[in-house]
């Protein structure tokens, strides 16, 4: 069984900064994909971003230039560099792994106010 614990949430200042960590019990490269996904309330799901097994990376059009994914194949990690925070980025973060099943994690809530 799978597990992925997310952590670096919080409350942080509009133009601020935070940084997720997704901690897989597994190989991440055995995942086809792993992601971000986000989720506020009365807001359906939507992807923040997703990097391949080859490397590559997708990016919701909201987050282009001001998130980074990135992942660490020693740690089994997948992080999330989130810059220039907005009020409307307010939202438990999730991390997801796709492989022969999709695995998520419990979310960490990031909260972006003054």
């Known amino acids: 069984q799978v597990q992925l614990v997310e952590s670096g949430g919080g409350l942080v200042q509009p133009g601020g900064s935070l940084r997720l960590s997704c901690a897989a019990s597994?190989?991440?490269?055995?995942?086809?994909?792993m992601g971000w996904y986000r989720q506020a309330p009365g807001k359906e799901r939507e992807l923040v971003a997703l990097?391949?097994?080859?490397?590559?990376?997708v990016y919701g059009d909201y987050v282009k230039g001001r998130f980074a994914i990135s992942r660490d194949t020693a740690k089994n990690t997948l992080d999330l560099q989130m810059n220039s925070l907005k009020p409307e980025d307010t939202a438990v973060y999730l991390c997801?792994?796709?492989?022969?099943?999709?695995?998520w994690g419990q979310g960490t809530q990031v909260i972006v106010s003054a």
């Open positions: 990097i391949r097994r080859n490397g590559s990376t």
């Open positions: 597994g190989n991440i490269l055995d995942f086809y994909n």
């Open positions: 997801e792994a796709v492989g022969t099943y999709k695995y």
